[in-house]
């Protein structure tokens, strides 16, 4: 199956206690297409400047991503600034210049209307509606958001979850979201709305799941270095989705072992700055610490 994504592509400049990385290339669907495009083939969708450099759309292209639905717009590419202390689960942002992104209204090729799976990254949720109505019938649909648009926008942010089945978010949004402390509440508050499954990334602390009947725990694998960790949760959104795509299996057990190929894919793009960990990775090193993974979480009856 493949996927569709629509989100950011993006110029970051990042600082973190580990070192820093100068106008390089980020953005939410840059991430997740990358990280997905290991499992299936994706389709992108995003706007970028005349200044958007060759050999950054030839390292979305070397991973034959589908670059059909990037548009280049006249002005700079979306740029964003940002530092991290020994807390890598949060950043500070310093700068945001939307750019060409300010203006960004998706626009679906026609060959991207059949897409099976639609991942709607963190852009506006009045955006996000307009994706879904130029798809013709998605198998399942998730959604990343972000706590400007729960600020900004509930009203529209409700309504886009009434058409979702998946709502991916960091565990501060689903509780700012739901305005419920306890998670197992603010699940319960969310499946009113409209996704049967809740996703909620905890950065260090792993990934919890929750279905209206099951719920799910998994750990961030353990790691020697952590040197970035910009694009981590889109990242595990690829992963996700991408194994999803490929098992052509939505059931519990499958979205269990998405969570842990998500969380493989987040492990190596924090091992560098940029897109560099996961551009030259290879499929064995994934099978390798998917094995792994699974070993850390085994266990056995008394």
């Not at 099978?287 to 266990?299: I, N, Q, S, V």
Request: glycine content about 8%; some cysteine.
């Amino acid at each position: 199956m493949n996927i569709l994504v629509v989100g950011s592509v993006a110029y970051d400049t990042v600082k973190t206690p580990f070192g820093q990385a100068e106008d390089v290339l980020g953005g939410s669907a840059s991430y997740f297409s990358v990280a997905a495009s290991f499992f299936t083939s994706v389709r992108l969708v995003a706007a970028v400047g005349e200044d958007f450099r060759a050999e950054d759309r030839a390292v979305l292209e070397r991973r034959k991503i589908d670059l059909s639905g990037l548009c280049t717009e006249k002005g700079k590419t979306f740029r964003w600034s940002g530092k991290y202390g020994y807390n890598l689960n949060e950043a500070h942002t310093l700068v945001t210049a939307l750019n060409v992104f300010e203006h960004f209204q998706p626009r679906l090729p026609d060959s991207y209307r059949d897409s099976e799976l639609v991942f709607l990254a963190n852009i506006d949720p009045d955006l996000q509606r307009q994706v879904l109505e130029q798809v013709k019938d998605p198998k399942l649909v998730a959604l990343d958001t972000m706590n400007f648009w729960i600020d900004s926008k509930l009203d529209s942010l409700r309504r886009t979850l009434s058409k979702i089945n998946l709502l991916m978010i960091n565990d501060g949004e689903a509780r700012q979201l739901s305005g419920e402390v306890n998670l197992v509440r603010t699940a319960q508050r969310i499946f009113e709305w409209g996704p049967s499954t809740l996703v909620v990334k905890r950065g260090e602390y792993g990934v919890l799941m929750f279905t209206r009947e099951a719920t799910f725990a998994a750990p961030a694998y353990p790691l020697e270095s952590v040197l970035d960790p910009t694009g981590a949760g889109d990242s595990f959104a690829g992963g996700f989705m991408g194994y999803l795509a490929n098992s052509g299996n939505f059931g519990e057990s499958s979205i269990r072992q998405a969570i842990i190929m998500g969380s493989v894919m987040a492990s190596f793009n924090v091992e560098a700055f940029s897109l560099d960990r996961l551009s030259k990775l290879s499929y064995r090193e994934i099978e390798d610490r998917y094995r792994a993974m699974k070993r850390l979480t085994h266990f056995e009856d008394l």
